[in-house]
């Protein structure tokens, strides 16, 4: 909401000035759909000739993201720490082979399906049960487990980024993309010099309209969406941080309920909940 938002704030400011003005927006409209066919045509051949089939269909995700609200709340990390409590918990009472079946079939298990929300992420889920089933086994020590989380998180965090640096390289090609359509429209009006002055001034004016929609798209479209999906890159990367530092706290000796708060601790402030309010969801759980 927020992203179409912006969009219009920002057209609305550039139009609404360039039309109090006394600009005549026939030219605009004129020229816009072969402008836009030039410049969008070469940025997305110049994009799929740049990336990987895997990025384009990152990015092509990413952008869905985008329009979408951010599903890192305060409420979901409440649910991720009250289920890494009852999973540590039951651990440390019971002995470590107790979550045995639970690590193997998450699905299936009561502790994971008691909490939907991250029970039933995948991503999330997958990180969680790999790594206790290590400290089911015995064979690694903290040191090599949190050296392996953070080979895992860096290496989940360069797929991620992969296309934000291709939307930024879209955004960056956009304004050269605007003057090659210039270029093409100026080439146009030299071979029409014979025309009359009112005829060329609009044949100039058109093909500046090239550089104009080049430099708009890049910085008033696909560069915001780009900084907006690094920041949600950097919300996914902070909740498997968060199960990092829990399990590690576990691994080196601390109480279910210091461990949680060891993880709570490496939460954003807008999303982290306090002392309290995790408390309490874990008593009502």
């Given at each position: 909401?927020?992203?179409?938002?912006?969009?219009?704030?920002?057209?609305?400011?550039?139009?609404?000035?360039?039309?109090?003005?006394?600009?005549?927006?026939?030219?605009?409209?004129?020229?816009?759909?072969?402008?836009?066919?030039?410049?969008?045509?070469?940025?997305?051949?110049?994009?799929?000739?740049?990336?990987?089939?895997?990025?384009?269909?990152?990015?092509?995700?990413?952008?869905?993201?985008?329009?979408?609200?951010?599903?890192?709340?305060?409420?979901?990390?409440?649910?991720?720490?009250?289920?890494?409590?009852?999973?540590?918990?039951?651990?440390?009472?019971?002995?470590?082979?107790?979550?045995?079946?639970?690590?193997?079939?998450?699905?299936?298990?009561?502790?994971?399906?008691?909490?939907?929300?991250?029970?039933?992420?995948?991503?999330?889920?997958?990180?969680?049960?790999?790594y206790l089933r290590m400290m089911v086994s015995?064979?690694?020590?903290?040191?090599?487990?949190?050296?392996?989380?953070?080979?895992?998180?860096?290496?989940?965090?360069?797929?991620?980024?992969?296309?934000?640096?291709?939307?930024?390289?879209?955004?960056?090609?956009?304004?050269?993309?605007?003057?090659?359509?210039?270029?093409?429209?100026?080439?146009?009006?030299?071979?029409?010099?014979?025309?009359?002055?009112?005829?060329?001034?609009?044949?100039?004016?058109?093909?500046?309209?090239?550089?104009?929609?080049?430099?708009?798209?890049?910085?008033?479209?696909?560069?915001?969406?780009?900084?907006?999906?690094?920041?949600?890159?950097?919300?996914?990367?902070?909740?498997?941080?968060?199960?990092?530092?829990?399990?590690?706290?576990?691994?080196?000796?601390?109480?279910?309920?210091?461990?949680?708060?060891?993880?709570?601790?490496?939460?954003?402030?807008?999303?982290?909940?306090?002392?309290?309010?995790?408390?309490?969801?874990?008593?009502?759980?």
């Amino acid at each position: 909401m927020f992203v179409i938002i912006g969009w219009l704030l920002a057209l609305a400011c550039i139009f609404g000035v360039y039309i109090v003005h006394g600009g005549n927006m026939g030219v605009i409209l004129k020229a816009l759909p072969f402008e836009m066919t030039t410049i969008f045509g070469a940025a997305i051949g110049a994009f799929l000739a740049n990336n990987q089939m895997k990025v384009v269909k990152a990015t092509i995700a990413g952008l869905g993201l985008c329009f979408k609200g951010s599903k890192y709340s305060k409420a979901r990390y409440m649910e991720l720490l009250a289920l890494m409590y009852d999973i540590l918990q039951k651990a440390r009472k019971e002995g470590l082979m107790s979550i045995e079946k639970d690590v193997e079939d998450p699905h299936s298990s009561p502790l994971f399906q008691k909490y939907p929300v991250v029970g039933n992420d995948h991503h999330v889920t997958e990180f969680i049960t790999d790594y206790l089933r290590m400290m089911v086994s015995g064979n690694l020590n903290a040191h090599e487990i949190e050296s392996l989380m953070d080979s895992e998180i860096e290496t989940h965090h360069q797929e991620e980024h992969a296309a934000v640096a291709a939307l930024g390289r879209l955004a960056g090609g956009l304004p050269a993309f605007g003057i090659v359509a210039a270029v093409l429209g100026v080439v146009n009006t030299m071979g029409s010099v014979g025309q009359p002055p009112a005829v060329l001034g609009g044949m100039i004016g058109s093909a500046l309209v090239g550089t104009f929609l080049g430099i708009l798209l890049a910085y008033g479209f696909v560069e915001p969406l780009g900084g907006l999906l690094e920041q949600k890159v950097e919300d996914a990367g902070k909740e498997f941080q968060c199960i990092k530092t829990t399990l590690l706290a576990s691994m080196q000796g601390y109480a279910p309920q210091v461990a949680i708060e060891f993880g709570r601790k490496v939460l954003f402030s807008g999303d982290r909940p306090s002392f309290s309010e995790l408390e309490g969801h874990v008593k009502k759980k």
